[in-house]
Structure formats: structure tokens, C-alpha cells
């Protein structure tokens, strides 16, 4: 069983930066694929950025691509996502999704495992 939890999230400008932890449980999630996704009231799970267990590929939303980075640490079992010029549209709660297999896929129900969340709020 992997446990994900969030960290980092909170209220920033818009222009500012913040960075997104994902910690997992399991030194097994070296192995998963692992995304983030964000979820604004009232409005579908959104893919975010992606990375492979290698660090070789990652993939970003095109609303996010220049800004946003994505990072992760297999000895320590975290993955990070640096962001950067943020927008008032950038306001949702993130989540950090994994699992094995999935490559770089973008739609939330490919992904088994869930961290609770971090709320970002971006003011203008």
C-alpha cells in the first residue's frame, strides 16, 4: 500500500512561487509513475504534470508548461513541483497521484494511489 501526503500549499500573490511536496510511504514508488493534479470548486480533477520513475520523462499541461516544474528524489521518495508565476486560475487544491504502469497518462482514474491534498490559493 503507497501513502502520498502534500505539503506546501498555501496563499501567494499571483507572480509568486510556490513548491509542492509529495512524500510517499513505500520505497516501492521509486518504480510508479507520478502526477499531480488540481481540482478548482466547481470544476473536473485537472492533469497538472507528470514524471517517470527514471526522472527521464515528464510531461506538463499546456496552462502550465515554462512555469511550473516537476522533480523527483527516489532516496528520499519525494516528488516536487516548483511553481512559478502563478495565476489567480492556479487556485485549486493539488493532489499527487502514483502508480506502476501508467507511463505518463493524464486522466485521474488511471491513478490508484492519492494523497489527501494542499490547497493553493493565488490572490490577484
Known amino acids: 500500500q503507497v501513502q502520498l501526503v502534500e505539503s506546501g500549499g498555501g496563499l501567494v500573490q499571483a507572480g509568486g512561487s510556490l513548491r509542492l511536496s509529495c512524500a510517499a510511504s513505500a520505497r516501492t514508488v521509486s518504480r510508479y509513475s507520478v502526477a499531480w493534479f488540481r481540482q478548482a470548486p466547481g470544476k473536473e480533477r485537472e492533469f497538472v504534470s507528470a514524471i517517470d520513475w527514471s526522472s527521464v520523462r515528464s510531461y506538463y499541461s499546456d496552462s502550465v508548461k515554462g512555469r511550473f516544474t516537476i522533480s523527483r528524489d527516489n532516496v528520499k521518495n519525494t516528488v516536487a513541483l516548483q511553481m512559478g508565476s502563478l495565476k489567480p486560475e492556479d487556485t485549486a487544491v493539488y493532489y499527487c497521484?502514483?502508480?506502476?504502469?501508467?507511463?505518463?497518462?493524464?486522466?485521474?482514474?488511471?491513478?490508484?494511489?492519492w494523497g489527501q491534498g494542499t490547497q493553493v490559493t493565488v490572490s490577484s
Open positions: 497521484a502514483a502508480d506502476l504502469g501508467v507511463g505518463l497518462r493524464t486522466t485521474w482514474t488511471e491513478y490508484n494511489y
